[in-house]
Each structure stands twice: as structure tokens, then as C-alpha cells.
């Protein structure tokens, strides 16, 4: 009896083990990018992706994320800056323009789906600085004359008046004091 | 010079002086000004709060930064403005009656000019930082248009009313008025004044250049200030009529505090004999024309925005005229225009009761209407979000409590000092006022034997 129960419970976990088809290893990938190792800041630089499995065989569809370190409040995080899907020929093209200037290390990361195992690569980037991130646009009306400072002018000829009636004041007192000095000097004698 | 113009003379002289004289205050004088002393004082009590708790003690927010104490500055601006252009007006225009009246005016101006700029200190907050006005000026700002017009209207203002001040300085030298220091006082500012025809030539010529110059002045400064306003992308204010709309709206409040405040020195201070009801009259007959005018710009104001109804524009309207801001609004309107209007229209009510009794409704309806220009623009949300709320604390009532204590105090104490009619103008009046009687009209005269017994009849 033990013997038969031993059999049927050896073939029933057989049985079982033999039912569940045994799950394939997710095929290894790998990224290779083309771009350009030196760029200027503010400037969207294309990288050319291209995920392709351990035979060399292309992965279509496959979601492909650019993270580069990037400084918030003090803080310095990898973040998400740019992604792209590759296409049937198992290539992608992601842009990006990088804030920062120096040397800029990103990684290209595909997390893996069906099948895939995932991957990524490092690049990095030689950021220079832009010889003018922004040009603003000239404010105001352009004209030789326009010129804030010419406010000035009114508040001048005013203060000009006001100092020459403070000069008439004086002019004032100084022909009050000229019609009492000899009634002073005769005082005083 | 005739014994009628003697007596007058004299009278004029002892009207001038006697609030001068020692004791003139008595004790409902002293307690009145105790009284304004101590409101003041609570005043900058709330004040020194403030700046020692920020902002954060007021009902101003991140939503309506400008309250109280904007409302306030643009009334006293407004209020200033009558005095000197009033009286610069009508001594370019001869206006032989404003003789009286000119120096009360000019004094207006000048306390008015400095409560009113003592209020965008206390907006400040933090008043150390008025440096940085000068220290980071940037020439592109109205706001410093805004400090060079209002210094100018300042420095221009106190020469306006010391000029005229300068012979009946002399005369309160003369005198021997007061005690030493008052004595000092008098004749260090009355420069030697003998009433020489040099002297006289050369102080004539200055009130006329001076006259000239302070009307563009006084224009500039509301005109600057209601550019501030003007020139911010926002709803209510964004206006091309602004700046003659506040002019007039400031002329308009200015007449009614100069009416208010000689209604209130004639009946303390007995000067009924030199202002008179026609003074009154006319003042009251420009404050209606003024008032006719203000009327005209608001009706043009809001009935081009209501036609328009831009989507900013159409929230504030209905806000202002059915809305939270509908009772201000109304007041305004109702009780600050077309009420003093109609009071000074008519013949029945154009006596002094009536006309101080308008030109009070006009000053507490422009304070409303400076409000509702200030508040509600400022709580009118620039994106979809809830309304901005403003509910002033007693740091503001206090403060906007003492301003007006502050302009009623200052100027006790400058009549206190000074006088508040310009003896030597009326004077001056009374005298051209005999020649040109004394002038014989032939074309209007009989005959030329009655004419020489006219003229002996008056001499």
C-alpha cells in the first residue's frame, strides 16, 4: 500500500512538474548609442539607440529611457530626461539638451520586457557653454530717443527753478539787509 | 489808506494774530489737541507693532498687498492737490477772492503731502528698505516717477507757502507775538522783510514763477500716481484715462477739504468777516463743475468696460456694481456725486451749511472710491482661483485712524504758529479793491462835477 502511494504521488508530482513547461531564461540584450561626445549647453543633442538581443537579432518595441544626474535644491538625482522606442529595426532616437555644463555621465536603460532581459549602457557628454544660452529680445520702442532716462529732464528744469528762487529769496533778504544797515550803524554810534 | 480800510485793517490784524497770541488755545483747544496727540500716538504705537511683527499683523496677503494704507495715500495725495493748484490757479487767473483762502490752501498741501507719503512708508513694512528706493532706482519704474514727481510737489509746495508767508512773518516780527523762541523764528524766516519796493518786486516775481510752476507739478504728481495703477496689466486698472480721471477725482476731494477745513477754521477761529459765503459760493460752484466732471469720467470709465465685458474686466464690474464691493460702490456714487451735485445745483441749498455738509459727502465718497479702486483689483484672481479676501485689522484701522489725526494735528499746530490768512494779500486786495472804486468811470458817470463828489464821498 505505502509502495503504491509512494508511485502514484512520485507520478502526480511528475505529472505536474511536466504539465508546467519550464519558463525559458529572458534572452540577454544589450544598447549601443551613437552620438556626439561633446555638445554645447541648452543644445538638443540626438542619441541614436539601438537594442539589439544576444544573437544580434534587433528588439522591436522596446521602451528605452535616458537618466542623467540632475542637481534640484542642493540634491543630485538620475533623472528621466528623455526616451524613445525602437522601432522594427530595433532602433530609437532620443533628444535631449543638457541645462548644465562639464562633463555629463547618463545612462541608457531598457528594464526589460516579454522575453528581454533588461540592459543598460553608460555615455557621457562633454557640455560646454553656450556663448549665449538666451537672447532676450529688445524691450520697448526702439528708437534713439526712447531713453528711460529722459524722465529726468522735467524733474530737472524744476529743481533748476526751485534754485532759482531760493536765489530770489536771498536777493530778498539781502535788500532788507542793505536798507537797514545804516540805521544799524547810526544805532551803534 | 482811508479809516474804513484802518479799521478793517486792524481787525484783519487781530483775527491773524490772536490764535497766535499765548493761551489762545484754551482748554477745548488743549484737550483737542491732546486728544489728536493721543490718537496719533496709538498711531505710531501700531506702527512700531507692525514693523516689529511684519506685515503678517495687517489684513494685507500674498492676494490684495495694497489695503488701507494705498487707499489712504492716494486720498491725502488727492486732498493736496487742491491747496496749491487751487490757489495757483486763481492767483494766475486775478482771482481777487481767493485773497482769504490761499494761505489755508497751501497749508492743506503741505500736511497732506506729508501724511500721504508717511502711508506708502507704513505699506512698506519694512521701512529701512525706503534706501533701497534711491540705492536700486530704476528709472523704468512709476514707482519712482511716483517718489520724484511727489518730492518735487513737496519741496515746491513748502516754498509756495512760505513765499506768501514771508511779509506776514514780518508783520508777527514786528509785533513781538509770542515768546523768544517765536520771536527768533519770525525773523530768521521773515529775511529782513521791510516791505521795500525791491523786496516787494522780487517776492512778487517769485509767487508768480512759483504759481507757473507748481500747476504742471501738481498735475504730474496724481497724474504719476494714478500710473501706477495705469501702467499694471490688471483688471480695473488697466486704463488709458486714468491719469486725467485721478487729476480731476483729486481736485474734486482737494475743493471739498479746502471747503471743510476753512468751514471748520472760520467758525474756531471767528474769521467770518474775511471768509465769507461767497467764498463758499464759489468754491462750491467749482467743486460742482469738478464734481460734474468726475462724474463724466466714471460713467465713461465703466460704460466702455460694461460694453466691452472682457473676462477680467466683466468679474470686477459685477463685483463693483451687484457684487461684495456694490455697497462701497453705491455709496460712492449715490452719496459722494450726484447727491453733492444736486446740493450744489440748487439754489435753496447753496448756502454754508449745505455746501460743507456736500463737501464732507465728497471726501468719505473718494475715500470709498479710491478703495474700491485699490481693493478689488488687487483680490480679482488673474488665474481661475477664489477670490482674494481683505479684512483690515486694528494695526491699519489704528494707523489710517492716526493719519487723519496726524493731518487734523499738524495743522492746529501750524495755525498755532502761523496765520492762517494772508494778511498782507487781503490787504493787498482791499487796497486795489479802493483804487478801483475810487476810479472814476467816466462812461459810466453823469457828469464829471458828480464824479469828483463821488470820489470825495469815498476818500
Known sequence: MRRMLAIVGFGVVFAAVGIVPARAADVATSITVDHTAVTVSGEPVELRVRLRDASGHPVAGALIRLFVPVQFMGDTKNEIVGEGTTNDAGRAAIRFAPAQTGQLEGTLSFWGSAGYAPSETTLSFDVRQAAAVYTPEPVGLQAWW?????????????????LLLLWLVTRV?????????PTDIAATS | MSAILDDRRARLLER???PIRPGAWGTRGKLLVAGLAVVVA?????WIWQVRHGLAVTGLNNHVSWGFYLTNFVFFIGISHAGTL???????????????????????TVVALIVGASMVVADMGRPDRLQFVVLHAHLRSPILWDVLSISTYIAGSFLYLFLP????????????????WRARLYSTLSLRWEGLPEQRRLLVRSIGIMAVVIVPVAVSVHTVVSWIFGMTLRSG??????????????IFSGIAGIIVVMAIFRRVYHLEEFITEIHFRYLGSLLMVLGILYAYFTLSEYATVGFKMEVGEST?????LVGQYAPYFWFFAIFGLIVPIVMLALPRTRTVKWIVTASVLVNMGMWLKRFVIVIPSMALPLMPYEWGSYRPTWVEWSITAAAFAAFALVFVIFARIFPVISVWEVEEGWEIEEATVRRPLPSALPSPALTASTVEEFS
Not at chain 1, 173 to 181: F, I, P
Not at chain 2, 237 to 250: H, L, M
Open chain 1, 146 to 162: 526712447a531713453r528711460s532716462y529722459l524722465i529726468l529732464v522735467p524733474f530737472a528744469v524744476i529743481w533748476t527753478i526751485y
Open chain 1, 173 to 181: 533778504r539781502r535788500a532788507g539787509a542793505a536798507a537797514s544797515a
Open chain 2, 16 to 18: 491773524a494774530e490772536a
Open chain 2, 42 to 46: 496709538w498711531g505710531i504705537f501700531a
Open chain 2, 86 to 108: 487751487v490757489s495757483a490757479i486763481l492767483r494766475l487767473s486775478h482771482a481777487e477772492w481767493r485773497r482769504p483762502i490761499t494761505r489755508l490752501a497751501e497749508m492743506i
Open chain 2, 165 to 180: 508767508l514771508v511779509p506776514d512773518l514780518a508783520i508777527l516780527r514786528d509785533a513781538g507775538v509770542g515768546g523768544k
Open chain 2, 237 to 250: 486698472w488697466n486704463s488709458t484715462i486714468f491719469g486725467p480721471y485721478f487729476v480731476v477725482g483729486a
Open chain 2, 316 to 320: 470686477l464690474l459685477s463685483a463693483l
